[in-house]
């Protein structure tokens, strides 16, 4: 039965996004721009999210005014390099999606290594439907940026246009030089 209601709610993702539906963007709302030097990165979110407390320094999360939608960003420096971001997306995508039934990919999206993009729709422990979609991007060697965003499967259709712009407005503000100096302290 799970099974089918996970295909169900592939399904009905699928078509949603391809119809263009999704709601509205950043354009119209007041938006508020972010901008974390230590982080190298900056990105506009509608004025009313809120920025979450977070437990390390490499993660900063914000979550919308209905506490319908959250997104993680976070920066890694180092790690590991021999991982395609494909590799990398599915193990993260293995790790989010532990204890919940029916994983299924809705699509994937990859630009030259710099940066890979995968939504993919699954059923928590109570039986509802959650959408994840992770952006990785790779700016240069030993640092990556994901941007995971966590909805319900149904608010997810609402607001696709509303995150990619969000993931459009993603702006790395480190030079590599300076990313680099880190990773060397």
Avoid at 34 to 39: A, I
Avoid at 50 to 63: M, P
Avoid at 161 to 170: A, E, P
Wanted: hydrophobic share 35%; aromatic share 10%; glycine share 6%.
């Amino acid at each position: 039965m799970r099974k089918i209601i996970i295909l169900l709610l592939v399904c009905i993702l699928l078509c949603s996004c391809s119809a263009n539906y999704g709601g509205e963007g950043l354009v119209g709302q007041s938006t508020k721009d972010y901008k974390l030097d230590e982080q190298g990165y900056a990105i506009t979110l509608p004025e009313d999210w809120q920025q979450q407390q977070t437990e390390d320094e490499y993660t900063t999360s914000f979550l919308s005014d209905d506490d319908l939608i959250k997104i993680d960003v976070v920066y890694e420096l180092g790690g590991v390099e021999y991982y395609s971001l494909e590799e990398v997306a599915g193990l993260l995508e293995d790790e989010l999606v532990e204890g919940m039934d029916s994983a299924q990919r809705v699509s994937t999206k990859s630009d030259d290594q710099e940066q890979y993009r995968e939504v993919f729709a699954c059923i928590d422990e109570q039986g509802r439907g959650v959408t994840y979609d992770i952006t990785i991007i790779h700016p240069y060697n030993s640092l990556r940026y994901f941007l995971i965003f966590t909805s319900g499967t149904n608010n997810y259709q609402e607001n696709n246009v509303l995150i990619d712009d969000i993931i459009n407005s993603f702006e790395v503000t480190a030079e590599s030089e300076d990313m680099y100096a880190k990773l060397k302290q």
